[in-house]
């Protein structure tokens, strides 16, 4: 008896747990889904009708126990890269992943040869 | 009638601009070190037409004048006069006369207030301020003049965007845009200063208190602006990075590395040719973003509405303007040589402008990518929060330790540093992440970096207030500030991301809804008439289990009748600790409600630490103006 | 001013970027999907708003061409747009055209076909909106032709006008 007690509460802790896992996991991929009737909003932010009716797709799949990719890679299949907000890791947008990373990379190396400069004249 | 004052007022502006640039090019030939009486009248009489010519548009206004066809498209006789005001900036023909305003503004201010420095420079910057001033002078009468007339007279106008009718969006933009058309101060300075061979020193001098207040003006600016958005747009976020907004903070990114790289001038002499790209470079950011802004090219919830033939015009001009400053560079700029010892304070800054770089860079390509796809290939992508938040974050973790342990070094050289006490705070921020972390609710690695890193910020600036205040140190007091707003900022919008919860569901009148620990019971609703719109309160009882307290939440629908448009206001409860914050909005054809629940911890904290940083700026501009 | 290399670098990418900017105003930068073609629909399963049948991909199989059309009773554009299709409709003997009611009643759906005329030869209904997002639509009146192997060969968003049904008429034959 006591038993059973223990594994129900357990259940009751651990779904709302998860129920609140499950709540962040939605509003993130919301967040990351262009409201393409909007102008600039997501889907979590607009209160469209295309924005409710993605959202009730977007459940769906999650109960179906796809992942975020899985969803995300649907509907661009259906809508196009533009209704995602994180921009794929495609040979498209290479350029806009690396361009930062270069620049950081390349401001590295003006500060340490500029520097660097210096260290010989130390002495004097 | 206002029309015609208005339109030759302008030209007069123009008229002033032309002739000043002539009389200062004349007396250039004079080798002497007095600016001619007649160039201060002249430009005391642009000063004064200019800001008659807002006024004019200003009266135009209030007096809801339709005849003009400005006040026509933005203001209705049913709009409360604050906003009838207000409403003379928010569109885009009056917002550039107040970019003209500043302009000039600036240009008499630099004329008066510089006049220790050398003469050529002085009018060397006069003149190519004025050639800027002529060139949105033209563009304004060419195509966006705000006194044109209509004909016949309407008897009623088009009311503005009820969005608009806000008091943060009301101060918003002349914020801004004193941020933003401020730095064309220093762009003339700097091709004042190449043409003239004003360098070094004198020339950081020159432009310290400038790059200053439009670096304290446009951080108040894009503050504002984010709280506007959170409590008007209704979706609980404070910042999209939105092409708009973006627009924005490439210029704040830009000044932020001039502000400091211009220290490194003034105390070493040295990096003048980089202080000089900042100036020009931070300008044609701002010029860039308006293009981006109100040419129509990009897709935002924020666009003006957009007209090709103004992307056209601000397209030449900007292309003007940038290959004037580049051709002048190169010609004019003579490579330095550089003295840099690795353990200096010199090395440091140049670190925040190695780190400002990239943020910028990070913003520009986030922003410009889509378009160049588009262009070149046909492909719309979207880039979003994620992009951002994936390539930034990270880096502000390396980039808070060198905001703290940068200023613990000393100019030139720093041979013994004290560490003891460094490494002792910094073991304290470690343990104070601990802390939360094991009573509040774990995180991932990323996040326990970036709390670490803000906490370490947060208690050395204690540290060093400390020690400065002891040591009566009054010019390090604007630095701590304004660093220590910066930690707290990245603090408390780390704990607000990670502790929020948002959930969004659908309810019937009489229903309710359990989440988390707090229930939430959807009353009834309200219809309510207002001056100007019609709006469906909802009555929301927000039960907190943990406490036993009660709140109650409105939300409201609002139909504007003109222009007719729907807007949603959030029910926003603003408490010490954390904001409630709940949307309402019908779901079509259906008795049900979409409702958006949120609690945002700290919100308020966010507001007031953004407001501390630029606090910092302004206390070194009082230091500045008692030391005179 | 010496010329080098890193000054012809320098200039070059400023002219570049000012010619995308230039070109990019050019550009209409309003998204749609119109162009999203050449990809084959999902299979769906719809009840009929007649009976308790269901209607799937398989029927659409059978006809060269197929145009599926969604609708609503409380879609002023859908009404406008009518005509053209009671025009298409049996223009062709392997043309079909399946109507798909869009977050409608069934009742309401059935008055509005009663009232204006039936031009479908199958009428499903999508109550909930979910199944329009398998077909990629995203307002209504939106339509997609599609050949006997589901391939989808046109995209009209928004109603059928003249030059639209002109086109519809032209990909039939």
Redesign the interface.
């Known amino acids: 008896m006591k038993l059973e007690k223990i594994i129900i509460i357990y259940f009751f802790l651990f779904s709302s747990l998860f129920a609140n896992e499950k709540n962040i996991e939605l509003t993130e991929i919301y967040k990351n889904l262009r409201c393409l009737i909007c102008q600039g909003q997501s889907i979590a932010d607009s209160n469209s009708d295309f924005a409710s009716t993605i959202k009730l797709v977007v459940q769906d799949q999650i109960k179906e126990g796809k992942t975020k990719k899985e969803i995300y890679d649907f509907l661009i299949s259906k809508y196009g890269e533009w209704i995602v907000y994180q921009p794929t890791f495609t040979k498209n947008n290479l350029l806009l992943w690396v361009l930062p990373y270069l620049i950081l990379a390349f401001g590295g190396f003006v500060i340490y040869f500029l520097v660097k400069k210096n260290r010989h004249t130390k002495g004097n | 009638m206002l029309s015609s004052i208005g339109t030759i007022l302008v030209f007069l502006i123009l008229a002033l601009s032309l002739l000043i640039i002539y009389n200062a090019y004349l007396d250039l030939k004079i080798r002497d070190q007095i600016v001619k009486k007649n160039i201060y009248n002249l430009s005391l009489f642009q000063i004064t037409f200019t800001i008659l010519s807002f006024f004019t548009l200003i009266i135009g206004f209030i007096n809801s004048d339709f005849s003009l066809i400005n006040v026509y498209e933005n203001s209705h006789t049913a709009k409360p006069l604050f906003y009838k005001v207000a409403g003379t900036w928010g569109n885009h023909e009056g917002s550039l006369l107040l970019w003209i305003n500043i302009l000039v503004l600036f240009s008499y201010l630099f004329l008066v207030f510089n006049f220790k420095h050398e003469k050529k420079y002085r009018l060397y910057t006069l003149i190519f301020q004025n050639i800027l001033i002529v060139g949105f002078v033209i563009f304004l009468l060419l195509n966006s003049n705000p006194f044109s007339l209509i004909y016949p007279i309407p008897l009623e106008g088009l009311g503005l965007n009820p969005i608009l009718q806000d008091p943060a969006l009301a101060i918003h933009p002349p914020l801004l845009y004193v941020g933003f058309v401020g730095c064309s101060i220093y762009f003339s300075a700097a091709m004042g200063s190449m043409f003239s061979e004003y360098k070094g020193k004198q020339f950081a001098l020159s432009i310290k208190s400038w790059v200053q207040i439009s670096w304290c003006f446009q951080t108040l600016g894009i503050t504002v602006g984010s709280i506007w958005a959170y409590y008007e747009?209704?979706?609980g976020?404070f910042w999209?990075w939105?092409p708009v907004e973006n627009a924005s903070l490439l210029p704040w990114f830009a000044i932020t590395a001039l502000m400091h790289s211009v220290m490194v001038l003034e105390r070493r002499n040295t990096l003048y040719a980089w202080v000089i790209i900042l100036c020009l470079l931070t300008f044609i950011l701002s010029v860039t973003g308006t293009?981006l802004v109100r040419?129509?090219?990009?897709?935002?919830?924020?666009?003006f509405a957009s007209d090709?033939s103004r992307?056209?015009y601000i397209?030449f001009f900007?292309?003007l303007m940038?290959?004037t400053s580049?051709?002048s560079f190169?010609?004019k700029c003579k490579k330095e040589s550089?003295?840099?010892?690795?353990k200096s304070r010199e090395?440091f800054i140049?670190?925040n402008?190695?780190f400002m770089?990239?943020f910028l860079?990070?913003v520009l390509?986030?922003t410009l990518?889509p378009?160049?796809?588009?262009?070149?290939?046909d492909?719309?992508?979207?880039?979003?929060?994620?992009?951002y938040n994936?390539?930034i974050i990270p880096?502000v973790i390396p980039f808070l330790f060198l905001m703290t342990v940068g200023p613990q070094f000393k100019w030139i050289n720093s041979q013994n540093i004290k560490y003891r006490k460094t490494i002792f705070i910094f073991f304290g921020a470690v343990i104070i992440n601990l802390f939360i972390y094991y009573f509040f609710g774990s995180y991932s690695v990323l996040t326990n970096l970036i709390f670490i890193a803000a906490m370490f910020l947060i208690l050395h600036c204690f540290l060093d207030a400390t020690q400065s205040i002891s040591k009566n140190k009054k010019f390090e007091y604007p630095r701590i500030i304004s660093h220590l707003g910066f930690g707290l900022l990245v603090l408390f919008i780390g704990v607000n991301h990670q502790y929020s919860l948002?959930?969004?569901f659908n309810l019937k009148v009489g229903e309710n809804k359990k989440v988390?620990n707090y229930e939430i019971y959807f009353e009834n609703t309200k219809i309510e008439q207002n001056k100007n719109y019609q709006s469906v309160i909802g009555n929301f009882k927000l039960i907190d289990l943990k406490r036993n307290r009660i709140q109650y939440l409105y939300p409201e629908i609002r139909i504007y009748s003109d222009p007719e448009t729907l807007t949603?206001e959030a029910a926003i409860k603003s408490k010490i600790t954390s904001d409630f914050y709940l949307?309402m909005?019908n779901?079509?054809?259906s008795e049900y409600y979409?409702i958006?629940f949120q609690t945002k911890p700290f919100m308020t904290w966010i507001w007031v630490s953004a407001f501390i940083v630029a606090l910092g700026g302004f206390v070194q501009l009082i230091l500045k103006k008692n030391e005179n | 001013m010496k010329i080098n290399i890193s000054k012809i670098i320098i200039f070059s990418f400023v002219i570049f970027f000012l010619s995308i900017f230039w070109l990019g105003l050019k550009k209409d930068n309003n998204y749609d999907t119109k162009n999203f073609i050449g990809n084959k629909i999902s299979n769906f399963q719809l009840s009929s708003i007649y009976n308790n049948d269901y209607i799937s991909e398989e029927v659409l199989k059978k006809n060269k061409f197929t145009l599926i059309n969604f609708f609503a009773s409380w879609c002023a554009p859908c009404r406008t747009e009518h005509k053209y299709l009671i025009n298409l409709s049996n223009k062709n003997k392997e043309f079909k055209i399946l109507g798909i009611s869009f977050k409608d009643k069934k009742k309401n759906s059935i008055n509005f076909l009663n009232e204006l005329g039936n031009p479908y030869n199958f009428v499903a209904e999508d109550a909930d909106g979910k199944a329009s997002i398998s077909f990629g639509i995203y307002g209504i009146p939106e339509s997609i032709l599609i050949n006997n192997e589901l391939v989808i060969i046109k995209k009209i968003v928004g109603p059928i006008d003249q030059k639209y049904y002109e086109e519809i008429l032209q990909l039939i034959q």
Do not use: C, M, Q
């Not at chain 2, 550089?338 to 690795?342: F, I, M, R, S």
């Not at chain 2, 378009?371 to 290939?377: E, K, P, R, S």
């Not at chain 2, 492909?379 to 992009?387: A, L, N, Q, R, Y």
């Open positions: 747009l209704g979706w976020g999209f939105d293009f040419s129509g090219i990009l897709n935002s919830v924020h666009t090709p992307g056209i397209l900007l292309s940038i290959f580049l051709i190169f010609k550089y003295n840099l010892n690795l090395t140049l670190a402008n190695w770089a990239f860079v990070t390509v986030g990518y378009i160049f796809l588009d262009v070149i290939t492909v719309k992508i979207s880039v979003g929060p994620p992009f994936i390539v880096l948002e959930v969004d988390n949603y949307t909005s779901v079509s054809r979409n958006k």
